[in-house]
Every structure is written in structure tokens, then in C-alpha cells.
T-cell receptor, first 115, second 113 residues
Framework: GENVEQHPSTLSVQEGDSAVIKCTYSDSASNYFPWYKQELGKRPQLIIDIRSNVGEKKDQRIAVTLNKTAKHFSLHITETQPEDSAVYFCAASLIGGGSQGNLIFGKGTKLSVKP | NAGVTQTPKFQVLKTGQSMTLQCAQDMNHEYMSWYRQDPGMGLRLIHYSVGAGITDQGEVPNGYNVSRSTTEDFPLRLLSAAPSQTSVYFC????????????FGSGTRLTVV
């Protein structure tokens, strides 16, 4: 089955700096890669996602890149702000793929943005 | 439109007790799933359902049962609670095709003593 590795487990940056979180996946059939943000005590919320037919996607200060050959994808946050502080999870799945359609998550990255 | 609703928000159980965690969605989503979240472990899939009457096991199904009699509801049953089941439980749903656009409930924090 799919296995998702996420690094680093903790990341501390100064406000205004960029943050990068990296994930690798094992199942080459996976074609959907979402990123979730979870604030303390809250539910995970989808912030951006990418499908395997796209190499990069951007939404304001957030971007995700995908390298299908290397089976890794990354989240980039530019001009970080204190409100970006949260735990970020990457995930992978095969859309419409039966049991492979289940989201398999990385273990999370705790991002701290210092003012 | 309430989205995905989970009850209760908090629960304390004694070892050996049973209980049901409720999950309901009003978005007519076919796919529903249960995850548990433990510190440093991310979100791990317990059980999932691709439609009413159809359920299957995820990564960590032992000690849990599910059923899906309607599209809206997907309860998770703990048969005989153990301290190892202390966790935060999240229900999620998505419209077909499965695997895209998941929405999570607000979670149930369960403590087994």
C-alpha cells in the first residue's frame, strides 16, 4: 500500500521568511496530493492540492510542486506570517481507485513562525 | 448546510466499556471514512465506506466496527475500550470520485482510563 514520508517534523522560521515542507510517496499510481493545515484543537483543513498531470500549483503565498519521477512533492509558503503557525499534513491517494482512493497522510510538520 | 458533524466532542470511558462515535454529513457524499490522530503519528485510517451498505478496513481497524445503513451516517463503534484507543477521532467525507476533496468533521477527543 501507499506510504507517505514527510520532513521535517518541526520547522521554525522568522516572520517574512519562506518555509518548505517535503513529502515522498511510494505508490507510483497515486495521482492526487493534497495539503492540510491543522491549527491547535481544530480539524484539518484543505489548503491546496495538486493532481499528477500538473507540476506546480500556486495560490497566493502558497505553492505546491510535484516531481512524479522522483515521487516527491513539496509545499512552499512565502512571506510567512504568525497565523501560518500550525501543523501541516501532506497526503496521497488515487482518485477513484477503490481502496487506493483513501487518503494516506504523512506524520505532519509543526511550523512555528516567530514574529 | 452543516457539513460533517461529529458527536460527542469529548468522551471519557473506562477500560472495557463500549460506545459509538457519531458522524453525519448533509452533502450527499458517497465516501466516508474514520481516522485517528495520535501525537507524532499523523492521521491513520480506521475504516471507510464507498456508499451505503459498503464498508472496508483501513490501516488500523482492530477494536473498531462500522456500519453504513444510510448515505448520511457513518458511526464508529468501540467494542471494548482500551487505553491504546485514547486518541482524537476524525470523520471525513468526499463526493465521488473517491479520494478527492475530503471534508473533515471537528473531531472527538476520547480518553480511555
Amino acid at each position: 500500500g501507499e506510504n507517505v514520508e514527510q520532513h521535517p517534523s518541526t520547522l521554525s522560521v522568522q516572520e517574512g521568511d519562506s518555509a518548505v515542507i517535503k513529502c515522498t510517496y511510494s505508490d507510483s499510481a497515486s495521482n492526487y496530493f493534497p495539503w492540510y493545515k491543522q491549527e491547535l484543537g481544530k480539524r484539518p483543513q484543505l489548503i491546496i492540492d495538486i493532481r499528477s498531470n500538473v507540476g506546480e500549483k500556486k495560490d497566493q503565498r502558497i505553492a505546491v510542486t510535484l516531481n512524479k519521477t522522483a515521487k516527491h512533492f513539496s509545499l512552499h509558503i512565502t512571506e510567512t506570517q504568525p497565523e501560518d503557525s500550525a501543523v501541516y499534513f501532506c497526503a496521497a491517494s488515487l482518485i477513484g481507485g477503490g481502496s487506493q482512493g483513501n487518503l494516506i497522510f504523512g506524520k505532519g510538520t509543526k511550523l512555528s513562525v516567530k514574529p | 448546510n452543516a457539513g460533517v458533524t461529529q458527536t460527542p466532542k469529548f468522551q471519557v470511558l473506562k477500560t472495557g466499556q463500549s460506545m459509538t462515535l457519531q458522524c453525519a454529513q448533509d452533502m450527499n457524499h458517497e465516501y466516508m471514512s474514520w481516522y485517528r490522530q495520535d501525537p507524532g503519528m499523523g492521521l491513520r485510517l480506521i475504516h471507510y465506506s464507498v456508499g451505503a451498505g459498503i464498508t472496508d478496513q483501513g490501516e488500523v481497524p482492530n477494536g473498531y466496527n462500522v456500519s453504513r445503513s444510510t448515505t448520511e451516517d457513518f458511526p464508529l463503534r468501540l467494542l471494548s475500550a482500551a487505553p491504546s484507543q485514547t486518541s482524537v477521532y476524525f470523520c471525513a467525507s468526499s463526493a465521488a470520485p473517491q479520494g478527492y476533496g475530503y471534508t473533515f468533521g471537528s473531531g472527538t477527543r476520547l480518553t480511555v482510563v
